[in-house]
């Protein structure tokens, strides 16, 4: 059996991952499909790693996904640490991919971390930027650190295909994953009515995981915030907070769509400029701004690092297919740091 049809079998529900049942099922699938358009013909220059450690995050449970197929497919081994809570989730990789070893060290086991990157050339480790330094700054092999990034959309207005879109960006994970909006740039007023039948439908679709209780005060805090200085909108298990650009920030909150109106968006994302990973326009196809500097001109974003853009309802739903992952061309990258440890 293919590796990823054995993946598609494992019932994401089992897995543990805070998700309501037909949440966890439905991004479990979206990530496989995604996975399905790794490019496993591309010609990689010099040998491939012996191994490579994977440390997984927690706020996208399927994230590892794509990258041992990826690797699998090539015959590159995987010492995969599954991100904490979630051991679970590395053994149903390890059951599909046989190539695939998953262990479960906490953060602080330094002994187990030490034993596992020495049987590796290469790491890729996901995560805080502060994990990322610690673990770069001890390990004996190069490490590729992908960490908090933030993702933006860019809308003319919000008709019924752009509500659904951003309901689907923000609810699935629950909006916690790094290619999720932090911030919606609308060039013309929101209809919050019209937004609400579609965070309705996504309730349905997607239903809300547990908010933790900071989350949960700031969900509360940030809807006052919006009563007093723009609009707010409360339905089902969402916030709409509509804000000025002084409000603008780079970390979103489980179920809150934060809009901005009338707002240019390089100037008010560039405080954060080395953290944008996504961008979402209506109807764009996958690409990345290094490739397109007209649009990044055209969008005010030039001489921002690369982005990934992609339309609007896919942020979450990277096809494995892409160029760039936080502007690193993934693969050539491991095995140019393996061969040159």
Request: charged residues 20%; hydrophobic residues 50%; contains cysteine.
């Amino acid at each position: 059996m293919h590796p990823l049809d054995a993946l598609a079998r494992i019932d994401a529900a089992t897995l543990g991952t805070a998700l309501p049942p037909a949440h966890a099922r439905a991004a479990w699938a979206l990530a496989i499909e995604g996975a399905r358009s790794v490019r496993t013909d591309l010609v990689l220059p010099g040998p491939a790693p012996r191994a490579v450690a994977l440390v997984a995050s927690a706020n996208v449970f399927t994230a590892p996904i794509e990258w041992v197929w990826a690797l699998s497919a090539r015959g590159v081994p995987v010492v995969l640490k599954s991100a904490r809570g979630l051991a679970a989730v590395g053994e149903a990789l390890a059951a599909a991919f046989p190539s695939v070893e998953a262990r479960d060290w906490r953060g602080g086991d330094l002994d187990a971390e030490a034993a596992a990157l020495a049987e590796c050339d290469v790491a890729m480790v996901f995560g805080a930027a502060e994990t990322i330094g610690r673990v770069r700054a001890r390990s004996p092999i190069p490490v590729l650190g992908f960490g908090p990034r933030f993702g933006v959309a860019l809308v003319d207005g919000v008709g019924a295909d752009q509500a659904a879109g951003l309901a689907r960006d923000h609810a699935l994970y629950d909006g916690r994953g790094c290619m999720s909006p932090a911030a919606v740039f609308s060039a013309q007023a929101v209809e919050l009515d019209r937004l609400a039948a579609a965070l309705v439908e996504a309730d349905e679709r997607l239903p809300a995981g547990e908010f933790t209780p900071s989350e949960a005060a700031g969900r509360r805090s940030l809807a006052m915030l919006a009563r007093i200085e723009g609009r707010v909108l409360e339905v089902g298990s969402w916030v709409v907070a509509v804000l000025p650009a002084a409000h603008v920030r780079p970390r979103g909150l489980p179920r809150v769509i934060t809009v901005h109106e009338g707002v240019a968006p390089a100037a008010a994302v560039a405080p954060w400029r080395e953290e944008l990973g996504t961008v979402a326009l209506p109807g764009a196809t996958e690409s990345d701004l290094r490739a397109e500097p007209a649009l990044a001109e055209a969008l005010g974003l030039e001489g921002l690092p690369p982005a990934r853009v992609c339309a609007v309802g896919e942020m979450q739903r990277p096809p494995g297919g892409r160029r760039l992952h936080d502007g690193v061309s993934v693969l050539p990258a491991l095995w140019h740091a393996a061969a040159n440890r």
